[in-house]
């Protein structure tokens, strides 16, 4: 494939075990980091149309495949696509910019954006996937996406227009969120960095923060996040169905299943993507042996089996 001349930089079998959370997966064919959505534009406009095109965050809920990924693989960063700006009452951000830091931003301006606090990634991949916890979803704030198109254009979408659902949307096939605008309610300054401070000591007892995962491994079949409220149901969660099939702490290769919170798959000891998947199959293969539920992958799987 020729390259169009673009002004960000290209790469060819770029490794992305370097890139993703569990540290497993193996080259991109094509790595683009564009330096502004003009040379996104460009880039996408002049690509050959039978290119497959996979945007990559910060490679977290995520596992690549051992035999890596045939396609190209667009990576947003630097200030072009990390920016988080007051527009009037909404807060824009860049696709690139990380959750955790537009939560904090947030909390300065007085905004309540708190429950991006503890979720991985950037705000590109929480938008496409409908990031949530604490009873909190972006479609709860969500006012506009923009996303540039396979085909090289710029569109701009109304929250309503993309469809988001439990851990899903609308996004067309090929395209790349440049920036998400969001309406979150006003609070007290003081009481959104308590509040983000609990959060983090609640995510740090309970969930494997320090190990290499990628995040919840299943949705939960209840179709909702854990709201961390004294009354939250149990019952149609994943970690407990994972629980009642006795899979909390099961091993396989190198890849094992938390201890601290079962619906999370960890990279112990030098793991391959395949020990991973395999382990996660196994485990929905105990659950539904167990209880009859069939769970659904959370953890986006991607690439080629070596």
């Not at 009452?89 to 959750?99: N, T, V």
């Not at 440049?178 to 309970?206: C, H, I, W």
Request: with cysteine; net charge positive.
């Amino acid at each position: 494939m020729d390259f169009p001349p673009v002004k960000g930089n290209i790469s060819l079998n770029r490794g992305l075990n370097e890139l993703t959370w569990l540290r497993v997966g193996g080259p991109a064919r094509i790595f683009f980091q564009p330096r502004d959505k003009f040379d996104l534009k460009y880039f996408l406009s002049s690509c050959p149309c039978d290119q497959p095109i996979f945007p990559f965050g910060v490679g977290s809920n995520l596992i690549v495949r051992d035999g890596g990924l045939n396609a190209v693989v667009i990576k947003l960063g630097g200030a072009s696509f990390n920016y988080i700006e007051k527009r009037g009452k909404f807060l824009a951000c860049g696709a690139g910019a990380l959750d955790s830091r537009v939560a904090i931003r947030a909390a300065e301006l007085g905004l309540d954006l708190s429950f991006l606090r503890t979720i991985p990634g950037t705000i590109g991949g929480a938008v496409s996937m409908n990031a949530g916890c604490y009873g909190s979803y972006i479609k709860d704030v969500l006012v506009e996406v923009t996303l540039v198109t396979r085909d090289g254009l710029e569109m701009r979408l109304d929250a309503s227009e993309i469809k988001l659902g439990y851990r899903f949307s609308c996004i067309p096939e090929g395209a790349v969120i440049t920036e998400a605008v969001f309406d979150a309610p006003s609070r007290d300054v003081g009481y959104l960095k308590n509040k983000m401070k609990n959060q983090l000591e609640t995510r740090n007892k309970t969930q494997p923060a320090t190990e290499r995962t990628a995040g919840s491994t299943f949705k939960n079949p209840s179709g909702f996040s854990s709201t961390g409220r004294p009354d939250d149901l149990n019952e149609m969660k994943a970690w407990k169905l994972i629980d009642e099939a006795g899979m909390r702490g099961f091993k396989l290769g190198g890849a094992k299943v938390s201890e601290k919170h079962s619906n999370f798959l960890i990279n112990q000891k030098n793991a391959t993507a395949f020990d991973l998947e395999e382990l996660g199959n196994l485990m929905r293969k105990k659950v539904l042996q167990k209880s009859g539920i069939e769970l659904q992958w959370e953890i986006l799987r991607v690439g080629i089996k070596k």
